[in-house]
């Protein structure tokens, strides 16, 4: 009895063993090609049973993924959205891929979705260390002009782990100059942001872009070549750190329409209270060293 006993458990034992093995095998060959919503504001994961056994066959495979529609067709593959891919080259870890013009055409959010897709997807590869996008044989830039070079997956996820590409449409108040530079025009702006930027960082870059020009009477109230330092906000207070280019009024706009304009656009937020304005992290003489409180007596609206 004690034998068969025995003999039963090593049997238990050695398909537990098997069953370990397969799921470890399993998992080894399963992999995650990331693909681009059809709402083109986020990218989605899906598992993907690796075939190939060869690093340059999986590679391979990889990209064959990256290029065919998945099954879920609320999603499509980041390397056929309306582009070609003209070839691609792998040497000591940097993987390259030339598109042709027909990339350029993408919307920016789209391009940085099918950039964090495949460089997401790529890099699982001990191969693949970094991956460039080329356009026909010229490095990508970005929309202000910057170039894009070898990317890895850290690139497209911040210091809490959340993804840049996920987006929120965001409903703004905007306080923009008037055409004598003395009073503020308030408008409401509708505009895609990425999740990752906090709302009153996103306030402040679209006051300094200038309005759309869908609402006419509407100036710029910050000098357009104004650099955000950094943006926080403690205790209901938002301290708004920008460089030396803010003092320097443009289109005879007043220096308190400029203060005024991020301050009463700030307040808007249900966060924020008071705004403090900085220019390279100290307070300017001619500045108030409180915190500015919103001001609605040089706001007017566009029939005033």
């Known amino acids: 009895m004690k034998k068969i006993y025995g003999m039963l458990l ?102 940085v979705l099918v950039r964090a897709a495949v460089v997401r997807t790529l890099t699982q590869l001990p191969d693949v260390k970094l991956v460039m996008i080329t356009v026909e044989g010229n490095q990508l830039t970005d929309k202000k002009g910057n170039v894009i070079s070898w990317m890895n997956a850290d690139q497209f996820i911040d210091n809490d782990g959340n993804e840049i590409n996920t987006y929120d449409l965001a409903k703004i108040k905007l306080y923009f100059a008037g055409e004598s530079g003395t009073n503020l025009i308030a408008a409401y702006r509708e505009k895609h942001y990425s999740t990752n930027t906090p709302m009153e960082r996103f306030v402040v870059e679209e006051l300094i872009a200038g309005p759309s020009g869908q609402v006419e009477g509407l100036y710029p109230s910050i000098n357009p070549n104004t650099k955000i330092v950094n943006v926080m906000t403690k205790d209901g207070i938002c301290y708004v750190n920008l460089d030396e280019n803010f003092l320097t009024v443009v289109n005879n706009v007043s220096t308190d329409v400029s203060v005024y304009s991020i301050v009463n656009s700030l307040v808007e937020l249900s966060n924020i209270n008071k705004v403090q304005i900085l220019i390279n992290g100290e307070v300017p003489s001619s500045f108030s060293s409180v915190a500015y409180e919103r001001n609605l007596d040089i706001v007017t609206t566009p029939e005033n």
């Open 10 to 111: 090593t049997c238990i034992c050695m398909l537990l063993l098997a069953a370990c093995g397969q799921e470890s095998a399993e998992t080894e060959n399963l992999y995650q090609v990331y693909y681009v919503s059809n709402s083109e504001t986020k990218v989605e994961m899906h598992e993907h049973e690796m075939e190939a056994v060869t690093e340059e066959e999986k590679l391979k495979e990889l990209i064959e993924c990256l290029s065919t529609s998945p099954e879920k067709l609320e999603y499509k593959a980041p390397l056929a959205m309306g582009f070609q891919v003209l070839g691609a080259k792998l040497e000591e870890g940097n993987f390259s891929i030339d598109v042709d013009a027909a990339y350029n055409e993408l919307p920016p959010m789209t391009e």
